[in-house]
């Protein structure tokens, strides 16, 4: 059972938008940043998306993180099919003291 | 360019040891915390271990604290991660990764090396 909660699934069509949502509590995400990672299976994980919205340069701004409360979510504008992939958002817990991530979420393009 | 290279990943019996390492380069690595992420087969990423730049403040999650420890040596740019007690649920892909200049979690990963804990 993850910290932060996921949707296992999304899917979408090209083109289409896509939010993917992350719930935590006021230990992690109510008061620390988010961020985002998108794997491809078989490779390591990428940054999307640090400090809730804020993307690493060579990040399609398609991609945009948000949060609010204690929860964050992370959009995919304009889907294409090399968005297929798995997507996990982490923060700080300061009750555990460690980053805690989701349990990922399955990004399928029809 | 910034380059993360894991090796030491191995399959070790129930009880055992590994040494796990990580070189970094492209960068100046005393700089930068570090740490150590695992995912195990089929399953999503779990944090492991981090630590900051000079190595005075380590962090674990509580599954592996007493067991793991996490250590750098700045000069080799190398970050270890030394398994003991080695338990089958360890078995994992472990990433090396490196953390921003804000000290947020993974700019950076390392393609990830295996830990196969089994009798």
């Known amino acids: 059972q993850s910290v932060l909660t996921q949707p296992p699934s999304v899917s979408g069509t090209p083109g289409q938008r896509v939010i993917i949502s992350c719930s935590g509590s006021?230990?992690?995400?109510?008061?620390?940043?988010v961020n985002w990672f998108q794997q491809v299976p078989g490779t390591a994980p990428k940054l999307l998306a640090y400090k809730d919205h804020q993307r690493p340069s060579g990040v399609p701004d398609r991609f945009s993180g948000s949060k609010a409360g204690t929860s964050a979510s992370l959009a995919i504008s304009g889907l294409q099919s090399e968005d297929e992939a798995d997507y996990y958002c982490?923060?700080?817990?300061?009750?555990?003291?460690?980053?805690?991530f989701g349990g990922g979420t399955k990004v399928t393009v029809l | 360019e910034v380059q993360l290279l894991e090796s030491g990943g191995d399959l070790v019996r129930p009880g055992g040891s590994l040494r796990l390492s990580c070189a970094g380069s492209g960068f100046t690595f005393s700089n930068f915390a570090m740490g150590w992420v695992r995912q195990a087969p089929g399953k999503g990423l779990e944090w492991v271990s981090g630590?900051?730049?000079?190595?005075?403040?380590?962090f674990y999650i509580p599954s592996v604290r007493g067991r793991f420890t996490i250590f750098r040596d700045n000069p080799k740019n190398t970050v270890y991660l030394q398994m003991n007690s080695l338990r089958v649920d360890d078995t994992a892909v472990y990433f090396c990764v490196k953390y921003t200049e804000t000290s947020s979690l993974g700019d950076r990963w390392g393609q990830g090396t295996l830990v196969t804990v089994s009798s």
């Open positions: 006021s230990s992690n995400i109510g008061q620390k940043p």
């Open positions: 982490a923060s700080w817990d300061v009750n555990l003291n460690a980053w805690v």
């Open positions: 630590l900051n730049g000079n190595g005075a403040f380590t």
